[in-house]
């Protein structure tokens, strides 16, 4: 599964060209101009142009890619929103109980609420949204909400989700697109929802004025939405740029003036005069492992392979130094983030000859590794290197990207594969997706069952409410469980946001999850 | 009795001989008959085959779609019911095919977007920047060759030839990117990359797509200048032109009126050659400008088996390439018969 990270290229040439003409022209970006609209903003003013991803939809309900989310957020309010380290806090709801027991939990409403389009924002709304996202056939959320057995709505501000088993996890959840609330006068007709993929009604910070797949989109404040003092930009665009080489240029050229690069470029828009903002994120880079399949059926392999990559030189050559080494799905600073396994698998060469020599393979093994990002291939290249020197001989396969779903999560028919994922709102669905038996990334699913051990820290965590005392260590030894005792993930590095930025742009907020733009300004 | 008025048509008709205008009419007519008749085959066959590749692919949409989280078995089969990929691989060609014809394209899998809607949006993008570069590589290419072929063996001329024979090599993308750094970059004439469409603006849209168009008629415009200096310096050599000079009538005239009009045919060949071609370099340079055209849409529907997206396109493209070639191919024959035809 390719990640969206913005990958360092080879285009050498191209890279070299623009750096140099980047050095030499550092002057800085020309300012946006506000457009009269802007005026009227109440103090909001400016415009940003983000170079970022389009989403493969604008319908939360419809939307392939997880991706998505960050520029979703941009015209759907959520019923939940997560704060910079990732923790549930208000949104749409201003607050929410549980009833004794878990297995219900209600809801209440800011008064007053409306849709971009006049359509009140209430609880019947929620229950209609609710109900499209778990029934529409071609819903990619459906499974995710499949834990809400029942919406009841007690008043226009008050609603009660119902639930199949306790799950303290749901406001997580809420904070994501299976939150994210569609005007339901937008999806009454089968035309509505066909043209929710270009055309949203949300009740986000703004709203979509036009938008040309493949290119950008043009957005406008939204008045109306629940937390609009806080967004002081009038105009917003999101403009996909396709080659990474092409994205310092367009900074340069004031065509964009927040722009997500890698970190190859780091220095070139540093020597152009722009700022940047390294933020940690939940996208890690991983190697999925079946434990079921020699020579991985014997620990000592595993562990082996887990100490002969060096992680820090993968940080360095992939993402020039600006990620994190990783022994676990998340990163510091999250709530889940186990201490325990902070220097897990230090790099130890010898020690990994040495339990391969345990293993009954003094004299090495060959294996396959599986690569689905056919357009580059040199993460699976440095492992190949660093496995060849303990005497693990890596023969590198790549498959079509478009098959790894099937071959890897579905059929589990792939032993040893470079994967990645990009988080999830809630660590347990993450944790869930990744170890549970019945999780698609548990890459030994079929023939094998998770440990007992691992299950039943998995099922213990959702019993646990988000406001108890001892709610992040029993995370963190959830996460530690799974991590130790079901070693089907070689965990590598985590990838943070990086943008670079106009000095006319300011307050970024260093979102873990999802990027916000509360509080930032655009002079000029 | 009845009266017969036979008209002049007839009269000729009757005695077995065509007037000119009417047997070129029933020549063209007969080409456009005869484009239809390879244009029908060529697509069914070619949408048939990438249908029958696209199943041989082990891909699965349905999976890709609902990914990490949802791709359960219950939920891929869900969906394959919803986009029609739990019939046999014939029949879903045969529903495809039946919605084609009746002019629905269907929706990508992926994005949900009507197909005709996405072509409609991008065809214009990669046709603008292809009819931008013929205009500028028939204004640059047809100055360069003029000035080098009346210029012919002085330091103009050979300065021409060898900018065209370097032109000429040089790719499209790779002018482009010097284009970027030079116009967009350092003096931040142009935008670096992107698209507006003519509706945002006159000035908006050309200043997007004069870098993409400029750079694709590069080679182009070098061609044209190679091709009208040869022809050029043979036709001023002739007889006739020799006399135009002795009567005394004006150089201009003589150029334009006599020289250029004789001499522009293996141009308009090279630029009729060169217009499709410039329609696929406009596809590449989508990359380097970060256009919203048709190619993107075509590497991204093919990556991830989006059926319905990839067969439109094979559809629009096959077709506009085939009536293109044909609208050439008539207007060249036109031109070189009318040219005969004076000339006799």
Redesign the interface.
Known sequence: ?RLRSRAARNSV??TA??AL??A??ACGS?SPTASSAALANSGASGTLNWEWELP??W?PV?S???WDMHVLGLVYASITTLDPAGNPGPGLATSWKYAPGGKSVTFTLRPGLKFTDGTPLNAQAVKENIQRGQTQ??S?????LSVISKVVVNSPTSFTFDLSQVDYQLPYLLAGKDGMMVSPKAFAAKAGV?S???QPVGAGPFRLTSY?????ANLVRNPGYWDASQIHIANFTV?????PE?IL??L????VNVAYIAGNQVAAAKAAGFKIAVIPSEVVNELDIQTTTAPFTNPKVVEAINYAINRQAIVQVQASGYGTVAYQPFPQGFVGYSSQLANLYPYNPAKAKQLLAQAGYPNGVKITLTNDDTADTSLAEQIQGQLAQVGITASIKDI????S???L??DKTIPFAIDG?AG?ASPV?MLD?LYSQ?G??NVDGKTSTTTAAVSQALSQILTVPLDSAGYPSALQNTVATAVQDDPIHIWLYTNPRIFAYSPSVTGIPYDLVQQRWEGVRVAG | MTVISLTRGDAADAAGVVPPRRRRGRIALSRIGGGLAVLVPIVFLSSFITYCLGALSDSNPAATILGQDAATPAAVARLDKYLGLDHPLIVQYWNWLVQAVHGNLGRSYFTQIPVSQSISQRFPVDLSIAILAVILAVLIGGTAGTVAAIRRGGWLDRGITAVCSAASTLPAFVVGIILVVLFAVKIHLFPANGYVGPSAGLGDWLSHVILPSLALSVAASADIARQLRTSLVQVLDQNYIVGAKVRGLPYRRILVRHALRNATGPALVTLGYDFPQMLAGAVALEVVFSLPGLGQLLIEAAETRDIPVVQGLLLVISTFVIVVNLVINTTLNWLYRAGDEVGT
């Open positions: 599964m040439l191209i060209a623009l003409s980047l030499a022209a020309s493969t939809s319908d419809t392939s890619a997880g056939q071609n990619t959320i459906a499974s995710e066909n929710l993929p270009t040309v797949p493949d290119s950008h403009q996909d740029i396709t080659q092409q240029a367009a340069e050229s004031g065509q079509p990207e478009d098959t779903t099937q071959f999560y579905l994922t999830r669905e997706v019945q698609l990334m």
